[in-house]
């Protein structure tokens, strides 16, 4: 059975950072594209950002540009979203997907993506 586990989310300051983990059991991450995507309370769900199945390709909204770093390490089986200078609106629940192909101009649409995981809780408040 195919599952993606998101885990280092928690509560942290403004300000202060984060590294989330998507890890997979059943298949091999490294011949997929990961996407991270957020979704807060009433709002919809917004993608965040997306690597390539090489890594050779990264992409990110606009809202995190400079801020978030997505990386992944096919050996450990695991892409990462290191989140830095973190404030309150970034407050969500972080997923992570994956799918075989993602078109480039589509990265941010969720429905492109086949795998969920669970989704991790990232709060960021003083």
């Known amino acids: 059975q195919l599952q993606l586990v998101e885990s280092g989310g928690g509560l942290v300051q403004p300000g202060g950072s984060l590294r989330l983990s998507c890890s997979a059991s059943?298949?091999?991450?490294?011949?997929?594209?990961i996407g991270w995507f957020r979704q807060a309370p009433g709002k919809e769900r917004e993608g965040v950002s997306c690597i390539s199945d090489s890594g050779g390709s990264t992409n990110y909204a606009d809202s995190v540009k400079g801020r978030f770093t997505i990386s992944r390490d096919n050996a450990k089986n695991t892409v990462y979203l290191q989140m830095n200078s973190l404030k309150p609106e970034d407050t969500a629940i972080y997923y992570c997907?994956?799918?075989?192909?993602?078109?480039?101009?589509?990265?941010?649409?969720?429905?492109?993506?086949?795998?969920w995981g669970q989704g991790t809780q990232v709060t960021v408040s003083s």
């Open positions: 059943g298949f091999t991450l490294a011949s997929y594209a």
């Open positions: 997907a994956a799918d075989p192909q993602i078109p480039e101009n589509y990265w941010h649409l969720p429905d492109e993506y086949k795998y």
